[in-house]
Structures are given as C-alpha cells and as structure tokens.
C-alpha cells in the first residue's frame, strides 16, 4: 500500500531542493538547498537559483511530519563566500555534525566550505576559509569506518569542465561527444574532516565491456549530483545525467571508482533539474529528490518529496516513476 507520504512535497511553506538524507540519532534528517521566490529568467549558468541559506528538515518515522528548524546557516555569516549556496551534504565524526556546502567565492568561483554543530539540526559554524583546492559543485560525504571520502562536481553552472587541467579556465568546455565524459571528483578527507587528504580524482564511469561513458552518450554521462551508498559490500554511484534529467546508477567494490553503469533509478521529474539521495531507514531503502509540481513547473521553485527504493536480487536498483502508481 501507498504511504501517504511519499510523493508528496515534505514541506509547503519554503521551497527546497537536492535533498541530502541521513540518519542520525535515530531519525530522519534531511539537509536540502533553500530555493527563493523571485521571478528572474532561468540560463544555463544557473543564475536563477540564488539560495542564501540551509534549513534542516526532519522525520521520526517516513509517515511522520515532517519538521523544520528553520535557518541554520546563512550567506551573511560565511566570509569566503558571494553567494548561491547550492545543494549540501551532511555527515557525522569525531562526535560532531558537518555540513559540506558549495557556494561561489569572492572572485565568482565555486568553492566547497564546511561548517560544524554539536546537533544534526545545527545551527552550523562554518569555517572561515573552503576547503584548499576544493572546486565546483554538489559534496557528498561517505563516512566509512576511520575513512571519509567526499565526492563532487557539476557541469555548466557548476563549473566542473573549467577545471579539466587543474586549474580554472573560465571560458572552457566540456570534451567532444566522442570523447570520454568527464566523471564526479572524489578526495579522501582528513580526520577532522576539514580538508583534502591528497589531490581530488576524477572517477570512471565505464560500461559493462569496461569502455569509458562518452560525453555524447546524454542518457548515461555524469552531469551533477554524486551520491554514493554501501549496499552488499558494494559501493553505489548514483547522479544526475541533466539534460536527458534521469537519476542513474553505477557500482563498484572501491569507493573510489572505476564505476560499471548499471541502469536508471528516477526517470524524469517535473522542472530542469534533478538531484536525489539515498538511505536506509530501519527496514527499508529510501529514495529523496525533488520536483517542480508545487510551482507548476518553475525551475527554481522546487520541492523535496521520497519515495521507497527497491533492489532486485541481483542488487540491482528498480527504476522508479515519480508520477507511477505506487
């Protein structure tokens, strides 16, 4: 039977978007960006999604209300930062919260930054600087044992295709179809949790026959939004491929790639972007993104719904339609 809340905006009153979500002390908690009202022209640079603060949101259960804690980090308080705090991630280590956050620096460069809480609510302290050599968009955090790797990096907006050579090129671009697609960045992180342990890799996507995921190929590329959960001793990679707006997946048994692409789990949401997490709740898989259906198809007015994942018995992930009976 249908839970009645899934599928459904888990808030009404703000926007939100890119949903990070965790368990933490036994509950739900979800970190997503904060869309604005405004009534500004959509580009490809993403300058229509001006977010200026994170709230927290969170479930006791999945048919449980959802709860907001309001603002717990705002532009103003960050001194690196010029503006668009995009979509964050959270995680927990040495007995404190972290929230990983991309945001533009003072000459217009994405950076990623980290703020810290006693409490998954916050509010969040960031730090005064990013993160040394930290670049481009979307962290997500995979904290494994006394290992912590975040994963990173969007095209177009986000940059990514600027840093091809180590350094930032504002007017490059992307490979040519034929050529292989450029993959997410992966770096270990320190103890703290405060910066990069060595240089930032890009990750491999490849196919079955071990060939690279081509530029071309719009349905399987890497565009934005890396997630990576543990399922059966193997590690998922699941993203964004953009313009065809699917949320697709590929495995390995190393965190740290080569990745085989394996199939779609979201196919395409209402609005341009799509941007998802996974976890696990007590018995069952779950599925975050969001859609445009509240604004009525407004890129950037977006909300944050769920849905239950489901995996095969071979570990392969069901494609879910977000628009499907359920």
């Not at 994170?54 to 705002?74: N, R």
């Not at 350094?167 to 490979?175: C, K, L, N, V, W």
């Not at 949790?193 to 996507?205: H, R």
């Not at 199939?263 to 609005?271: D, R």
Request: charged share 25%; proline share 8%.
């Amino acid at each position: 039977m249908k839970n009645s809340r899934q599928n459904d905006p888990l808030v009404t009153h703000i926007f939100t978007a890119d949903p990070s979500a965790h368990v933490f002390e036994g509950k739900l908690y979800i970190y997503p960006s904060h869309d604005l009202d405004h009534d500004e022209p959509s580009n490809d640079n993403g300058d229509q999604y001006k977010m200026e603060d994170y709230h927290v949101l969170s479930m006791e259960d999945a048919d449980a209300p959802c709860i907001d804690h309001g603002e717990v980090l705002h532009l103003k308080d960050i001194p690196w930062a010029s503006k668009q705090l995009w979509a964050p991630d959270a995680a927990y280590k040495n007995n404190k919260y972290y929230l990983f956050f991309p945001a533009r620096d003072q000459d217009g460069i994405f950076r990623i930054g980290v703020a810290t809480s006693e409490s998954p609510a916050g509010p969040f302290k960031p730090e005064p600087n990013y993160i040394p050599g930290s670049f481009s968009i979307d962290p997500a955090v995979l904290v494994e044992d006394d290992k912590a790797y975040v994963y990173f990096g969007g095209l177009w907006g986000g940059q990514l295709e600027k840093w091809q050579t180590g350094e930032f090129i504002s007017d490059a671009e992307g490979p040519a179809p034929t050529e292989p697609a450029l993959g997410p960045i992966v770096a270990e992180l320190t103890d703290d949790m405060l910066n990069f342990k060595g240089e930032p890799q890009e990750i491999s996507i490849i196919d079955e026959e071990g060939n690279p995921i081509l530029a071309g190929d719009e349905d399987r590329r890497y565009f934005e939004g890396p997630w990576v959960h543990k399922y059966n001793g193997l590690y998922y990679l699941s993203y964004s491929t953009g313009t065809t707006h699917k949320i697709v997946y590929a495995v390995s048994e190393n965190p740290q790639g080569p990745f085989v692409y394996k199939g779609t789990i979201l196919t395409p949401v209402s609005g341009w972007t799509t941007h998802h997490s996974i976890v696990q709740f007590k018995d069952k898989w779950y599925l975050f993104y969001h859609d445009c259906s509240m604004s009525g198809g407004v890129n950037h007015k977006r909300s944050v719904k769920f849905t239950e994942l489901k995996y095969n018995e071979d570990g392969t992930i069901q494609t879910i339609d977000p628009y499907g009976d359920k």
